[in-house]
Each structure stands twice: as structure tokens, then as C-alpha cells.
């Protein structure tokens, strides 16, 4: 709405940055993010697989540490009879990847971006981490909830995880010109 006048009316102090400056973080964002999924598209599942690998691992130990038989063979996990391969798909990269353009596309200072790179995406991977753990034991215990808990719970939980995290983030990193 615009004053009486015909100007346009000046944004509250203190309601976040002003339009311009959302469109230019939409635009940013929208760069940032195709150029690093195709980034990790393009590393494809021979670039993920030491990450894969490592992920299988730390979730095997984990099972078994807390008396839950698991084994791993690369990044095949079986726990209780349940088979699942953790592939590049699994290893949270296109999550990390929607968070960091997030990040880089807000205008914040460079510390503020770098230090919400870091912990922002080692939270991802200890949730991602959460996800293979619960969906192998899914798969073990209640085999007919696998498919819904892998392609709906846990992708929406993601995506719900990826936008809280850049929120808490951008609330703490104020927006800068």
C-alpha cells in the first residue's frame, strides 16, 4: 500500500530486509542451489561412495555398540535380516546442498556464512545419520513401513530439518547490505 501521496509507504524498522533484497535472495538462492546440485549430481555415486561408506560404518558401529546386531560390506547394510545399500542418494549431500545455498545466498557476513556452512551442515549429517539408523531398523522390524518411512516421512523430516536449520541461522546471522 502506498501513502496518500502515491509513494510508496516505508517498511516497519526492524520486519527483515526490504523487497529488493528478498528478490535478490531468491534469485542468489536459485543459482547457488542448481549450481551445487549439479555439483553433486555430477559426483554422482563415485564421488559419494566414500561418504556412503562412512556413513554405513558409523551406523553399523552405532547398532551394534547399543547391542544391535549390524553388518556392513562397503556401503551394504544388513540388520536383522534387512539389506539396504546406502548410495549417494542416502548421504545427505542434496540436503547440505539446499542449506548452503540458503546460507550463501543471505546477506551475511563472511564469518556468519562460513561458521553456518560448518555447523549447519555437520547437524545435517548427525540427522542424516538418525535417518539410516532408523530406516535399517524400519526395514528389520516393521519391513512393510520401509518404503513410506524412506520416500515420505524422512524426505519431508529433511526438507522440514533444511529450511528450521537455515531459519534458526538467518535469525542469528542478521540480514547485512
Excluded: K
Excluded at 547457488?32 to 554405513?56: C, H
Excluded at 540427522?127 to 524412506?150: C, D, E
Amino acid at each position: 500500500m502506498g501513502s496518500p501521496r502515491g509513494h510508496p509507504a516505508p517498511a516497519p524498522s526492524g520486519s527483515g530486509p526490504p523487497p529488493r533484497s528478498i528478490t535478490w535472495f531468491c534469485a542468489r538462492f536459485s543459482a547457488l542451489a542448481l549450481g551445487l546440485f549439479l555439483l553433486v549430481f555430477v559426483l554422482d555415486e563415485r564421488g559419494a561412495a566414500p561418504l556412503s561408506r562412512v556413513i554405513a560404518s558409523v551406523v553399523a558401529h552405532g547398532l551394534s555398540a547399543v547391542g544391535i546386531p549390524a553388518e556392513r560390506a562397503g556401503t551394504l547394510l544388513t540388520v536383522g535380516g534387512f539389506r539396504g545399500a546406502v548410495i549417494g542418494q542416502c548421504t545427505g549431500l542434496f540436503e547440505a546442498a539446499l542449506l548452503v545455498a540458503a546460507i550463501w545466498a543471505w546477506p551475511a557476513s563472511l564469518h556468519r556464512r562460513v561458521r553456518g556452512t560448518l555447523m549447519g551442515v555437520a547437524f545435517l549429517f548427525l540427522v542424516n545419520l538418525v535417518r539410516v539408523t532408523s530406516l535399517m531398523l524400519i526395514g528389520a522390524h516393521a519391513p512393510q513401513w520401509f518404503r513410506t518411512a524412506h520416500l515420505y516421512v524422512w524426505q519431508a523430516l529433511l526438507i522440514a530439518v533444511v529450511g528450521a536449520t537455515w531459519l534458526v541461522w538467518a535469525r542469528r546471522a542478521p540480514a547485512t547490505n
